[in-house]
C-alpha cells in the first residue's frame, strides 16, 4: 500500500486528468433532461439512460451549440460528441459536448432520400412535367390550414392584387400525425371540384419536424397527379420539400405564391386601356383611308365618262399630229443635209471652176500616162462634152 498522500485539489486534478486522456473524443447517446439555456448562450441539460437510470451532466458552449438548427426538447434522444471533464470547485464530471444530432436523424435523412430518388425515377420531378401557369386565373383553390398564419397571408396579398377573386379553401391539418393524408385528401377534392384554375398547397414557416409531412409519399403523388397546375409554398426560402419537386412551380413563401399567381388588377385594367385606345386609332386611321378610296372611285354620270373621254380622245389626236409634224421635220432635215453632203463631194462642182473630165470608153482617165496617141477620149465640161484625138501625152503639168 502506498503511503503518498494526495491533497483533494491534486486528487481531481490526476482524476481530471486520466479522464480527458480516456474519454476525450466520444460519442454519447440519451435522451434530454432538464435542458437550460443560459443567459450567456450556453446549454445545461443531462443526459440519462432510460435503461440503467444513469445520468451525466452536460454542458455545450455559444460557439459550439450555434451549429445546432434548433434545442432538443425534454425526453428528446440525441447523440452528442465531446469529452470528460471534472469541476474542480465540486468534484463532479460532466460531458463536454461540442456536437449534437437528434438521434435517427441520419437514418431519418438517408429513407428521404431514398424516397426522394425512387420518386425521381418514377419521372414525378421531371421539368417536361411542369405545366404553366394561367396568366388571368378565374379562381384559385387552396389546400392549408383553416386557422394558419399562411391562409391569412394569402387573403391579404389576394384583396390587395385582385379584391374579389373566387378563394376555395380545402381545409386540412399541416402538421402532426395524419397531416399528410389529409393535405393529399384536399388537392384531391379541389382537383374534384374544378373550378380553381391553379392550386396553391403549403404553410407558414416551422421546424423541419412541423414541415416534414410535405416529405411524405402521399403528399407528393397527390400533388403529382392533380390535373390542376399547383403551387408548393411551404415555410420560408431556405425550406425545401419533396412537394416542391412535384409541384409545377415552387414559391418561397405563400405570399410569394400569390404575387406569382394573380396580376394587380389596377395593372391589367391599365394595359387593357392602353391595348384599346392603340386598336381604336388603328381602326380609325383605317375607317378614314377607305373613305378617301372610296371617294377616289365614286361613280359618276355616263355623259361626264363620255366627255372625259372626247377631251382625252382630243388631247390624244394633237399629240399624234404633233408628233407626227415633228418626224416629217426632223427628216426633211436629215435628207436636207445629206443632199448638201453628196452635192459637196460631186465632181460637176469642179466643172464650174473651168476643169474638164476625160474618159475613155466610160472611165476617167487620171494618169496620162495611160494613153497613146491617136486614143479618142471624150472630155466633159461644165457645159456640154466634146471627142478628142490624142496628139501627145506628156507626165508634167
Sequence with gaps: MSEEKYSVGRLVGEINSLLREAFTDIWVEGEVSGFKPAASGHWYFSLKDPDTEAVISCA???????????????????????????????????????RLELTGAGELARRLEELRARLAEEGLFDPARKRELPAYPRAIGVATSPTGAALQDILRVLGQRWPGLPVYLAPCRVQGEGAAAEIASAVRLLNADGRADVL???????????????????????????????????????????????????????????????????????WVEEREARLRGAMERRVRLLRERLARVRLQHPRQKIERGRQRADELDERLRAAIARGLQRKRDRA???????????????????????????LAVTDAATLRSGDVVEARFAKGRATLVVKGTSGLF
Design 60 to 98: 455545450m458552449f455559444r460557439g459550439d451549440n450555434s451549429r445546432v438548427r434548433k434545442p432538443p426538447r425534454e425526453g428528446e434522444k440525441v447523440l452528442v460528441f465531446g469529452g470528460v471533464d471534472v469541476y474542480a470547485p465540486r468534484g463532479t464530471f460532466s460531458l463536454k459536448i461540442r
Design 200 to 270: 396553391l398547397v403549403g404553410r407558414g414557416g416551422g421546424s423541419a419536424e412541423d414541415l416534414f409531412c410535405f416529405n411524405e409519399e402521399v403528399v407528393v403523388r397527390a400533388i403529382a397527379a392533380s390535373r390542376i397546375p399547383t403551387v408548393s409554398c411551404v415555410g420560408h426560402e431556405v425550406d425545401v420539400t419533396l412537394a416542391d419537386f412535384a409541384a409545377d412551380w415552387r414559391a418561397a413563401t405563400p405570399s410569394h405564391a400569390v404575387e406569382r399567381v394573380v396580376p394587380v388588377r389596377d395593372e391589367v385594367a391599365g
Design 336 to 362: 436636207g443635209a445629206a443632199t448638201r453632203h453628196l452635192d459637196a463631194l460631186s465632181p460637176l462642182k469642179v466643172l464650174d471652176r473651168g476643169y474638164a473630165l476625160v474618159q475613155r470608153q466610160g
